[in-house]
């Protein structure tokens, strides 16, 4: 069985860093793109970062310039260097990867995230 395994999240005083990190466990024949999500209550999850398998990188404009995502293929593990924080980044951050498992087709697999608190 394929799990997600977040960790990383607390609180934070503005302008202070955090790193996320995703682990990805269980009977994986590939690990596609990789992303970190947040969500705060009311409004819909959105994409913080992703990274395919070949290192290609997107961002939100948002975080754009403060935030790095990185993956260690060897770990099946994607990370999130969250610098320059702000309040307005509170949010609970999920992990989620595209990830064939052996004898089975590509899935979409979320983790059970991870909160990211901001004071000001």
């Known amino acids: 069985q394929v799990q997600l395994v977040e960790s990383g999240g607390g609180l934070v005083q503005a302008g202070g860093s955090l790193r996320l990190s995703c682990a990805a466990s269980?009977?994986?024949?590939?690990?596609?793109?990789m992303a970190w999500y947040r969500q705060t209550p009311g409004k819909q999850r959105e994409l913080v970062a992703r990274?395919?398998?070949?290192?290609?990188?997107n961002y939100a404009d948002s975080v754009k310039g403060r935030f790095t995502i990185s993956r260690d293929n060897a770990k099946s593990t994607v990370y999130l260097q969250m610098n320059s924080l702000k309040p307005e980044d509170t949010a609970v951050y999920y992990c989620?990867?595209?990830?064939?498992?052996?004898?089975?087709?590509?899935?979409?697999?979320w983790g059970q995230g991870t909160q990211v608190t901001v004071s000001s």
């Open positions: 269980g009977s994986i024949f590939r690990l596609n793109t």
């Open positions: 990274v395919t398998n070949g290192g290609t990188t």
């Open positions: 989620a990867a595209d990830i064939q498992p052996y004898g089975m087709p590509i899935q979409n697999y």
